[in-house]
């Protein structure tokens, strides 16, 4: 916050001297209050990248702890993933969350893609959480 007044006020500084002073002491601070922003531009993307890229490793990690990958054995009538909705085949690799429902059984891709926008079951809504230690 204060680099960025520090900054718009040597701008208007330059804008203001620029005919009154002298030519190249306001073309060094524009220059100068260009390259501090680039700079502060630039930790702002590192530092929302860093965020980001936490965020994401959390949202794996909640959903790597919430459920569990089972096969399968034997073919129902009604076995089909609850969010894309394509049957589930006998001895296929299927997820079930660690929740309240039963039966209910996902493709790994199709419960990973869910994951990556809510914490929470598709069907009964029970949010996840990161159990601490």
């Given amino acids: 916050m204060l680099q960025e007044v ?20 306001s073309c060094l601070v524009i220059f100068f209050t260009f390259f501090l922003h680039v700079g502060i531009l630039s930790l702002y993307h590192e530092f929302f990248k860093r965020l980001r890229d936490e965020l994401q490793m959390q949202r794996e990690n909640i959903f790597l702890h919430s459920m569990k990958k089972i096969i399968l054995l034997d073919n129902r009538s009604n076995s089909q993933c609850e969010i894309c909705f394509e049957p589930i085949e006998k001895m296929e690799e ?24 809510k914490n929470s079951c598709p069907f009964c ?9």
């Fill in 125 to 133: 809504r029970t949010s996840f959480q990161l159990q601490s230690n």
């Fill in 6 to 25: 520090i900054s718009l006020s040597l701008l208007f500084f330059s804008f203001y001297n620029i005919y009154n002073f002298s030519k190249f002491l």
């Fill in 94 to 117: 299927v997820c079930k969350l660690n929740c309240s429902c039963k039966d209910k059984y996902y493709h790994e891709d199709c419960i990973f893609n869910w994951f990556q926008k």
